[in-house]
């Protein structure tokens, strides 16, 4: 870790410590998963796993709206489904750490306290890559294509880059808060509904009109209705759309943002709280 010391220094010296204690820690991050083979493995089958079972299993059951094959409507879906594991992912790591006193040893380091959030979510931005290029692999090998070009297929990754990146400070609140990962390995059955209730896998119109609200005002809908205009992939809103499904790349950055504002600050605080 950085042993610089904050005495005599401004917010420029405090800033790059900031940074350089949190790129050690994205480190610590990555060197774990080489680490725990097993980890690294479900990383790496989970998303192959998803694009096979629901689009050969559910594609053969489900119709999509306008036409239009179900694995390129589904692929969108599978991204913001992977892209909002990230809340699940944190909480479980972070609430591992707190109970192992992994964070009380951090706190007894010379190394700024906000560099440890910081590291956690910026190490599980890197996962969250790696998941989304191995499912597009995955995608491409069962028939799925971006039809709007490499740029706008570009701007849907970065899209799915930033929310997950503002779950991913949701998670890692809530791990701080839970700070027992048995508690946190219960909660993760509540977490998955939220991702389903969506236009993930089926479209909302079916839905009865009060399922419908929820689901289009979901930010794994918005999500998957930005890669779906972005990638050219079939699946655009009907006329009557909750504004986020009108509008999805428009509500995917405003959710982002929102999750980072509110829950960015919460966990540093929490971090803070727990060492007092």
Not at 16 to 28: C, S
Not at 210 to 230: E, F, G, K
């Amino acid at each position: 870790m950085a042993v610089t010391t904050m005495a005599g220094t401004g917010w420029r010296g405090r800033l790059r410590w900031t940074i350089e204690d949190g790129a050690t820690l994205v480190g610590r991050e990555l060197s774990r998963m080489r680490h725990e083979p097993g980890e690294l493995v479900a990383a790496l089958v989970f998303p192959a796993v998803m694009v096979l079972m629901f689009g050969y299993v559910m594609g053969s059951a489900i119709k999509v709206p306008g036409g239009g094959d179900y694995r390129e409507y589904l692929m969108p879906g599978l991204f913001a489904m992977v892209t909002f594991s990230s809340v699940m992912a944190m909480t479980m790591k972070v609430a591992t750490d707190a109970s192992r006193g992994v964070m009380d040893r951090f706190r007894s380091m010379p190394m700024s306290r906000m560099a440890v959030p910081f590291g956690q979510t910026g190490a599980d931005a890197l996962s969250g890559a790696l998941n989304l290029v191995i499912m597009a692999v995955m995608g491409l090998l069962v028939g799925w294509q971006p039809h709007d070009g490499p740029l706008r297929a570009l701007a849907a990754f970065a899209l799915l880059a930033l929310l997950r990146y503002g779950l991913s400070w949701a998670g890692c609140y809530l791990g701080l808060v839970v700070r027992n990962e048995q508690t946190a390995d219960q909660m993760l059955p509540l977490l998955f509904p939220v991702s389903m209730l969506s236009n993930a896998f089926v479209p909302t119109e079916g839905m009865p009109s009060w399922l419908r609200m929820i689901a289009d005002w979901n930010p794994v809908s918005a999500a998957t209705a930005a890669c779906r205009q972005l990638f050219g992939n079939p699946g655009a809103p009907s006329a009557d759309a909750a504004w986020p499904v009108a509008h999805p790349v428009a509500a995917t950055i405003c959710w982002s943002l929102l999750l980072m504002a509110v829950f960015m600050p919460l966990s540093i605080r929490a971090y803070h709280r727990k060492g007092r």
